[in-house]
């Protein structure tokens, strides 16, 4: 066992961290944020998720934010002092952080989640593709990050919307995704990611500061919760259930034709 890794276990504990932070403050979110890690800790989690751009409040929607000056609110993951402090719990705790946020990148700032591992380093950054504001500069492409626990992808708010996104996490391995949101809610919410766990059977970790969601891969809910106390959720995710279902020869996802989500299909002939 390396010193990152817990005891191994099919059972995967996420916390996802739901209360609505400040817009602009970076400070003040991230003070909140480490008095509800220290209340998590009694609870062992293996994955915490924050909600989008959690560190700034997702300030974007401030009509004085534009592409010139969103930079202001924007952290650079090697430098900040806020992103080393949740590192530092991260490695206390042996535990993972997916930590939402505005990043410095080329050509300006983008709506990134980025991944802390066990013990509290960088183990990358994922960069919204399916951005609705022009501010950000949009990501390229779904990456999948290895864990101790298995491979997992992650998805952003407006990501969620097209099923081509779950799919190409899935197909890259993706035993489980965490979708940190800002937007978007309810009853209709609810049943897109349910829909997406079952067409892909993979459980989806919905972080948002109005709901914390968890799906299973069959497409139910194993995890619900509203309202402002406690600001935080936690539930249980069996990994082994979801090797088990895609190595069924019924399994959707095994039968699907990988070379065109790859590739994309050649235009035909009418």
């Not at 969103?70 to 402090?85: Q, T």
């Not at 013990?119 to 960069?127: H, I, P, T, W």
């Not at 959707?252 to 994309?264: K, S």
Request: glycine letters at 8%; a positive charge.
């Amino acid at each position: 066992m390396t010193p990152m890794a817990r005891p191994k276990s099919s059972r995967l504990r996420v916390a996802l961290v739901r209360f609505r932070p400040a817009k602009g403050d970076l400070a003040a979110n991230y003070r909140r944020l480490l008095a509800v890690l220290r209340a998590l800790a009694r609870r062992r989690p293996d994955v915490v998720v924050t909600s989008e751009c959690f560190l700034d409040g997702y300030v974007v929607t401030e009509p004085r934010v534009t592409r010139r000056t969103i930079g202001r609110y924007a952290v650079d993951p090697a430098r900040s002092p806020l992103v080393r402090g949740v590192a530092a719990w991260a490695r206390a705790h042996r535990c993972w952080v997916i930590l939402g946020c505005t990043r410095h990148v080329r050509g300006g700032a983008a709506n990134s989640a980025l991944v802390l591992d066990r013990r509290g380093r960088l183990a990358g950054a994922y960069d919204k593709v399916s951005n609705k504001t022009p501010v950000f500069v949009a990501g390229r492409r779904f990456p999948t990050f290895r864990a101790d626990f298995g491979r997992f992808g992650i998805m952003i708010c407006n990501d969620r919307h097209w099923p081509e996104t779950m799919r190409r996490l899935a197909l890259g391995g993706a035993r489980i995704v965490f979708n940190p949101a800002d937007g978007g809610w309810g009853e209709y919410n609810d049943w897109m990611l349910r829909v997406r766990s079952r067409e892909n059977e993979t459980p989806i970790a919905f972080a948002h500061p109005r709901i914390s969601l968890v799906t299973t891969l069959d497409g139910g809910l194993a995890l619900r919760r509203t309202g402002r106390r406690p600001p935080y959720a936690v539930a249980d995710v069996d990994l082994a259930a979801v090797a088990a279902a895609r190595a069924r020869p019924d399994s959707r996802l095994r039968r699907a034709r990988r070379q065109f989500y790859a590739r994309g299909p050649r235009a035909g002939r009418a």
